[in-house]
């Protein structure tokens, strides 16, 4: 009885292997067109011939371990099958099943003006979705059968095998998975993706957030890591956009708004010398203030104005393309105080007089502090007529201990600011 559960194994894996392998040689040949999305759809298949393999032979068959092995010893020049890769492509056909990609489609299309409350509707929905992708797979004793009847040259072929699993044309499967969100971003990012754990909705946010910024896959880690959903569509944000500004542009100003920001004096170099830090400290401070997201573009630093006999130098000046408007940025040392107000909106009435054009929207303010009362913030809205935001801010907690003794603070950051314009 054992022998014949081992040839039973073999066979199985005999043509699983072979059908990846013929899938995988016609998947080379579209690799010029449409490589990210062919490979994607590569591996999604092979994560769901692992999936009829677990079904069918259970999970003490270490199916993956015996097809990894499988596939090294057909296709020894083939790279990408270890193990661990044949994991995370079973993983990545579990988190999308048919139903789920054809629901991401859906949520495209009621996505395409963003707001916060789209945004947590949806995703909310996505996150109730109950993933079952080995429930589409037919019985294994059905399966079996109707593979053996099959001529033993087709039993390869991987259209039938598909078909077979799913009860679908495989040109329909394939249309479906190819005009899904996960096609856009590579196979690193998935991976990525799926070692976090997110819920299907936020998942499917961040591929969207990825897409749209051009993000690598570090900077999607990181974004994750920080926390973006949260600061981005969750957090209680201080802002009187919905009376200042006219719809749409009141809910994508809220939407692009974060609470709080992460600015990373550390850059993207992973070791740096003290005195880089100290030098490069203001530099750093404006590149990541664009963490703000997709759409924004740098104006000026310390921005000169001259108002009757007196000199003005707002922090940071923005323009966001998708608002269509100037952003000014004030960034304060202290926790929020309402005289702070009056100083952001002077400056918004300046921008607005000088900078902003015919076919431009109403400049927004955007006030980060280091802390602050948010319900003090919310009434220190209360009778000014110009667009503002108020943010916390935070410094990258990715700054080795051993370092943060040398780094200035905040207040001397701004002194650095006031030094170089002087």
Not at 191 to 209: A, C, D, F, H, M
Not at 259 to 281: A, H, K, S, W
Not at 362 to 389: E, H, M, W
């Amino acid at each position: 009885m054992s022998q014949e559960i081992n040839n039973t194994e073999r066979q199985d894996l005999s043509l699983v292997v072979r059908a990846i392998g013929s899938d995988l040689e016609q998947t080379q040949v579209r690799m010029i067109a449409s490589a990210n999305a062919d490979m994607l759809f590569h591996y999604w298949k092979v994560g769901h011939f692992i999936l009829y393999l677990q079904e069918k032979n259970g999970w003490g068959a270490k199916v993956i371990d015996k097809l990894s092995q499988a596939i090294r010893q057909q296709y020894p020049d083939k790279k990408g099958y270890s193990a661990r890769n044949l994991t995370y492509m079973c993983q990545f056909a579990k988190a999308y099943p048919l139903e789920v990609l054809m629901q991401l489609g859906e949520t495209d299309k009621a996505l395409e003006n963003p707001s916060v409350e789209k945004v947590l509707k949806l995703t909310k929905a996505l996150n109730e979705i109950v993933q079952q992708p080995v429930a589409l797979i037919q019985s294994a004793d059905n399966l079996s059968n109707e593979i053996t009847q099959q001529a033993v040259a087709q039993l390869w072929k991987v259209s039938e095998t598909l078909s077979a699993i799913y009860h679908h044309d495989i040109e329909r499967i394939e249309d479906i998975f190819k005009h899904s969100a996960v096609v856009r971003t590579n196979w690193a990012s998935h991976v990525i993706l799926l070692n976090s754990k997110l819920p299907l909705g936020e998942r499917y946010w961040y591929i969207t957030q990825a897409t749209a910024n051009g993000w690598s896959r570090n900077v999607l880690k990181v974004q994750i890591e920080n926390n973006l959903f949260a600061r981005q569509i969750e957090a209680k944000k201080v802002n009187n956009f919905s009376v200042c500004l006219p719809q749409p542009q009141s809910d994508l100003a809220n939407y692009l708004m974060k609470d709080p920001y992460i600015f990373d004096l550390m850059g993207q170099t992973e070791r740096m010398e003290e005195r880089d830090i100290e030098r490069q400290l203001v530099s750093h401070i404006t590149k990541y203030l664009l963490e703000m997201g997709s759409g924004f573009a740098f104006v000026a630093q310390q921005k000169h104005f001259q108002v009757g006999d007196q000199d003005f130098y707002a922090d940071l000046v923005l323009y966001n393309i998708q608002l269509h408007t100037y952003v000014v940025v004030e960034l304060k040392a202290t926790p929020f105080k309402p005289e702070y107000m009056g100083q952001l909106n002077f400056y918004i009435n300046v921008v607005d007089d000088t900078l902003r054009g015919e076919h431009d929207n109403k400049t927004i303010g955007l006030l980060l502090c280091n802390g602050g009362d948010k319900v003090v913030a919310q009434y220190a809205l209360s009778g000014y007529d110009q667009p503002i935001g108020v943010s916390d801010y935070q410094l990258s907690k990715a700054i080795p201990d051993n370092l943060k003794s040398a780094l200035p603070t905040v207040e001397e950051v701004e002194e650095e600011l006031n030094r170089v314009i002087n």
